[in-house]
């Protein structure tokens, strides 16, 4: 593996770190989602809190490999990376849609149509990460807007 320029530094967090904060988001969202204070919602939750953590869990992945894996091995130019990134958050975003649907299937769930799944998955998570890199821009910390993370 070549060695990263050192603009590209690898992102590191210890995997207990990662884990308690998606898993944290997924619990909010799955409440969110299920509404466990209305009739029959906190039934639903634990459902909803799993498919919930594909794209807080999984999207954190997805992250990670443009990160760490496909930055280090395309040209430095921004225009380059802001095009490959938005390609792998599309591409990531349907996939963990997939999973989504199939995981509210085998809860019973009903069955969306797939192109819509992958449209909507796709562009739905490109949504999600400028909406977070957003909020890294306004904390002054290494984001998408700023060309540092």
Known sequence: MPPMPPSC?????????TLLRTGAIAII???????????GGLARWSGATLIALWPALGGHFVELFFLNVLRP?????RAVQ????ILVWFIGGALLARAMAWTATLLAGPRPAPWLVWWLGGLGFIGIELVV???LQIRGRASFYNGRG
């Open 73 to 77: 091995r395309i040209p430095a130019a």
């Open 9 to 17: 530094q690898p992102y590191r967090e210890a995997f207990h770190t």
């Open 82 to 85: 802001i095009l490959a990134r």
């Open 133 to 135: 890199h957003l909020f």
């Open 29 to 39: 969202i799955g409440a969110a989602i299920a509404r466990p204070w209305a009739s």
